[in-house]
């Protein structure tokens, strides 16, 4: 607990937060944290990720940073049902985007900075495509004690969201390069210069990560899904929520694990391969690493980059892929892939509905409609998907969709099997003419 190691010294794999439940004091039931609701002034309680402290209890409440993350919306998706083919009053939306820096990313740094504090740590660094920059930089920001360095590749940003790293004033580092050729380097950094790391290999990222899942049940008034359909980048939120569902059903605070799909992007799909066309499984703990090996290096030698406009989760080398392995056993899980086109319309429906979201979040909506058509959910089961960022992360591909006719569209984005905009709602330019007004209101 008093160390910064995130890996295993011996073999270099993931390491794990673990508990002596014995030692933990637990509501008998998950409506027991209905009490934390009625506290007026305990941060912790207002706090989404803190209100269930009993169930990350690594840090003495005294000891916590916390900007009152976690309150987000969790919405019955009746709106956006019929386009994912799924009957109503079956579909919800988990909107992480109502997080303060505008991710599902503050759940796990107000965990990870909480730590940063008890191990005495003097800076924290970090590698992102984006919405983990702007968390860092908030947290670094509010917290004040621990300034923050962030590495980004070099074109592979969005401006929404790079905009909040440079307004909250941390160092920006662009590298030459992708997210996995920033991720490579920022481990090498962080050990070299006794940095506190950020990014999803950090354990206690993902415990405060796994709150979203008991806000879920939260909003089915303390029942589970049957589903639950999370985006695939680094597979942290995957791994989080498969260790969330495993604990709560030891403790005997649930009776059954929901299902988990895991959807990845087309052009960034090395969860997919792996799972589907390679068959490479947890096994129970016994990974077959070589394969894995050598999956990577046929990536390498065919330069398979990943490429997709869901910036978020454009990722060759996710970080906690074993860890998603486990989570996808533990869970009973899938994997599946949607197209770059299928996202955008996915995500101008799922803001038709009342709340928008970035590309990435869009994926979940997307996978869901692919999964129904393919007979793997039921029209009638209960679904949540996460949407795990605003959509003012990411603007200029929403302006784009809406404004470009389908060729410049097409053009815009070639190589990213984008055709047009299916639900664009293209301004309409008229002179300054109170007819010409009247008659497009009225058209």
């Known amino acids: 607990m008093d160390e910064p190691l995130f890996e295993c010294p011996t073999c270099g794999d993931l390491l794990d937060v673990g508990y002596d439940w014995s030692r933990a004091v637990l509501p008998e039931r998950l409506e027991g944290f209905e009490e934390k609701w009625s506290v007026v002034g305990d941060p912790l309680a207002f706090s989404g990720v803190w209100q269930y402290h009993e169930l990350l209890p690594f840090a003495a409440p005294d000891h916590i940073i916390t900007v009152g993350e976690g309150k987000t919306v969790f919405q019955q998706a009746d709106r956006v049902a ?16 109502m997080n303060p820096s505008g991710s599902f990313k503050d759940n796990g740094m107000t965990a990870a900075f909480t730590h940063a504090h008890l191990v005495g740590a003097t800076r924290a660094i970090c590698a992102s495509t984006g919405n983990t920059s702007a968390s860092v930089a908030m947290y670094s920001a509010v917290d004040g004690q621990i300034p923050a360095v962030v590495l980004v590749g070099s074109g592979k940003i969005a401006y929404g969201k790079l905009a909040q790293a440079l307004d909250y004033g941390v160092r920006v580092v662009q590298v030459q390069g992708d997210f996995d050729t920033c991720m490579k380097r920022v481990k090498e950094v962080a050990k070299e210069l006794r940095l506190y790391l950020m990014n999803s290999l950090n354990p206690f990222r993902l415990e405060g990560q796994k709150t979203i899942m008991y806000r879920i049940i939260e909003g089915l008034l303390w029942d589970v899904p049957d589903w639950v359909v ?54 129970d703990g016994r990974v077959d690493d070589a394969r894995i090996a050598a999956f990577y290096r046929q990536m390498e030698s065919e330069h398979r980059r990943a490429r997709t406009v869901a910036s978020a989760i454009e990722i060759n080398r996710p970080v906690n892929l074993k860890k998603c392995l486990r989570a996808l056993a533990w869970t009973d899980g899938i994997v599946e892939k949607v197209g770059d086109q299928e996202i955008l319309d996915a995500k101008a429906q799922v803001s038709r509905g009342g709340f928008g979201c970035e590309p990435a979040s869009a994926a979940s909506v997307a996978g869901v409609r692919k999964l129904r058509q393919a007979g793997t959910i039921g029209p009638d089961e209960r679904v949540v998907c996460v949407l795990t960022g605003h959509p003012l992360k990411d603007p200029n591909i929403t302006v784009a969709y809406h404004t ?40």
């Not at 019929?82 to 985007?97: C, K, S």
């Open 82 to 97: 019929p386009y994912a083919r799924m009957n109503r009053g079956r579909l919800f939306l988990q909107y992480e985007g």
């Open 230 to 283: 999370v985006p695939g980048g680094n597979l942290g939120n995957s791994s989080a929520f498969g260790k969330a569902f495993r604990e709560l059903k030891s403790l005997g605070l649930i009776s059954r694990i929901p299902r988990m799909a895991v959807i990845n992007a087309a052009g960034a799909d090395t969860l997919y391969r792996i799972v589907n066309q390679e068959k490479i499984t947890w096994n």
């Open 404 to 443: 470009r006719t389908d060729e410049e569209l097409a053009d815009t984005y070639a190589g990213y099997g984008v055709r047009g905009a299916t639900f664009g709602n293209r301004p309409i330019l008229v002179e300054d003419n109170l007819d010409e007004i009247i008659a497009a209101i009225q058209a």
